[in-house]
């Protein structure tokens, strides 16, 4: 159970999306220097993840995991880092302050480089090329150069894992998410809208109660940090297997690319290479959960991923769709309740809610978005069990990727400044209009 399968191994079990590369002694050396690279994050920083995910399972504390449905290098930038930062952390208050209860912030952030495909082409203009898999597989540019896989990518996601994630350190324990700035996060575009304004009331409260602490003597060092985690779907066996190092405290092995890691909705095959390599390492782990999925086959998941059915370790992230999850959702989770399977549920909003419109783009209702989380919530109030947590794919930018909202974004307003490689993604007004709703129906929880 310990002992890490080899990546031929894994490969020889059948990996699903994974790159075709050209030149194998190039990955080969990749992997080679991946294996030195230092560990970006520690083991005993996941086990602290995975005491508050299973805490979150427990209905003590939600799980607010959100972040790029794909980074890219070129926006590895401070001030994208910050605005992706300061997002997070603006949804977080406003559901801790809201709902009365601490929240776990997960990013999807230093290390989400990778992406499955529906298909492994694209074409354009009856030219066709390799799809676009992430920037740690192949670049954006639809030009053979570009879309050819380059194995030297996998140092680059290191690389740009590792500054992402040394600016995240430095943000959350060095005074901006100092609980003291939450107006400072309110930044000019999104202070001016009612969603805003709607925030702006809610620091004041919080001010206000910050104050009185202090004066009842309370330590105002304890506002002055806040934990985050980093996470991304483990996609690419070469990179994740590379980033595989055993914990000297305890001879156990942990993916130290990132706290908590996922397996995809294409890649959860039960004797698939994913499920195999996972099911080795010791992080807080989640799979996903699609419309397809049966209650046996979550059963047997659980029972690979999770013999011991170790609190806090695994966590299926459902993504049904808003018209499905009504439907979908019960049976599973009642089973698996019934089984006495210890998961943390968390909702994945997005995924079952993408479609294209007439003029091109790849989008999602915000109102879609919400319905689901709300079937979500009444699935789980229904049968007495926990909602843990929720999965966004947002930004920090004021990005026009889905439509309705606040602001009601059109299908036209879509063009105005639509920059996702992959999937559309909330922007800053549209993320907090989330939390302020989402806070509502964690209250009534
Ligand atoms: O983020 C999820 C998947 O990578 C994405 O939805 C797949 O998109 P595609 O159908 O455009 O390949
Ligand atoms: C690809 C993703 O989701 P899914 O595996 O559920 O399609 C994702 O969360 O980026």
């Given at each position: 159970?310990?002992?890490?399968?080899?990546?031929?191994?894994l490969h020889a079990l059948g990996a699903a999306q994974q790159p075709t590369y050209d030149d194998p002694a190039a990955v080969a050396a990749a992997v080679t220097r991946l294996r030195t690279m230092p560990p970006l994050v520690f083991a005993g920083e996941c086990d602290e993840l995975k005491a508050k995910v299973a805490a979150a399972s427990r209905g003590e504390a939600?799980?607010?995991?959100?972040?790029?449905?794909?980074?890219?290098?070129?926006?590895?930038?401070?001030?994208?880092?910050?605005?992706?930062?300061?997002?997070?952390?603006?949804?977080?208050?406003?559901?801790?302050?809201?709902?009365?209860?601490?929240?776990?912030?997960?990013?999807?952030?230093?290390?989400?480089?990778?992406?499955?495909?529906?298909?492994d082409k694209e074409t354009r203009d009856g030219v066709t090329l390799p799809a676009y898999r992430g920037d740690a597989?192949?670049?954006?540019?639809?030009?053979p150069e570009s879309r050819r896989p380059d194995p030297q990518r996998l140092l680059d996601v290191y690389h740009a894992s590792a500054s992402t994630l040394n600016l995240v350190r430095?943000?959350?324990?060095?005074?901006?998410?100092?609980?003291?700035?939450?107006?400072?996060?309110?930044?000019?575009?999104?202070?001016?809208?009612?969603?805003?304004?709607?925030?702006?009331?809610?620091?004041?409260?919080?001010?206000?109660?910050?104050?009185?602490?202090?004066?009842?003597?309370?330590?105002?060092?304890?506002?002055?940090?806040?934990?985050?985690?980093?996470?991304?779907?483990?996609?690419?066996?070469?990179y994740e297997h590379a980033m595989t190092r055993t914990d000297s405290r305890t001879e156990l092995p942990y993916n130290v690319s990132a706290h908590m890691v996922?397996?995809?909705?294409?890649?959860?095959?039960?004797?698939?290479?994913?499920?195999?390599?996972?099911?080795?390492?010791?992080?807080?782990?989640?799979c996903k959960l699609g419309p397809?999925?049966?209650?046996?086959e979550a059963l047997d998941l659980a029972a690979k991923l999770?013999?011991?059915?170790?609190?806090?370790?695994?966590?299926?992230?459902?993504?049904?769709?808003?018209?499905?999850?009504?439907?979908?959702?019960?049976?599973?989770?009642e089973k698996v309740t019934a089984e006495g399977v210890d998961v943390a549920w968390v909702c994945d909003a997005m995924h079952g809610n993408t479609f294209e419109t007439s003029n091109g783009y790849k989008t999602r209702r915000f109102e879609d978005v919400?319905?689901?989380?709300?079937?979500?919530?009444?699935?789980?109030?229904?049968?007495?069990?926990t909602p843990a947590g929720i999965l966004v794919e947002n930004t920090g930018d004021d990005v026009t990727e889905i439509i309705g909202g606040g602001e009601e974004l059109d299908e036209l307003g879509l063009a105005h400044r639509y920059e996702s490689v992959v999937d559309p993604r909330l922007n800053r007004v549209q993320s907090l209009e989330m939390a302020f709703l989402v806070a509502e129906m964690l209250r009534r929880t």
């Open positions: 159970m310990t002992e890490i399968p080899t990546l031929e191994q939600f799980i607010l995991q959100g972040g790029d449905c794909a980074e890219t290098f070129v926006d590895a930038t401070a001030d994208n880092v910050r605005n992706k930062l300061r997002v997070l952390l603006q949804m977080a208050v406003v559901l801790t302050y809201a709902a009365s209860v601490p929240v776990v912030k997960v990013g999807r952030l230093a290390g989400q480089y990778a992406k499955p495909r529906s298909s597989v192949n670049g954006f540019e639809f030009t430095a943000f959350t324990t060095g005074g901006y998410a100092d609980l003291r700035q939450v107006h400072t996060w309110n930044s000019e575009f999104v202070r001016n809208s009612p969603v805003g304004q709607h925030y702006e009331a809610m620091a004041a409260e919080i001010d206000r109660a910050l104050t009185f602490m202090q004066a009842i003597g309370a330590n105002p060092d304890e506002f002055h940090r806040v934990d985050f985690y980093s996470s991304h779907e483990a996609l690419l066996l070469e996922w397996i995809g909705e294409r890649t959860r095959q039960l004797d698939g290479a994913h499920v195999e390599y996972f099911r080795h390492i010791r992080n807080p782990i989640g397809t999925a049966t209650a046996d999770n013999p011991t059915n170790e609190p806090g370790r695994l966590t299926f992230i459902t993504r049904f769709g808003a018209g499905k999850i009504r439907e979908g959702l019960p049976h599973l989770v919400l319905d689901e989380v709300q079937g979500f919530f009444d699935v789980h109030r229904a049968l007495g069990t």
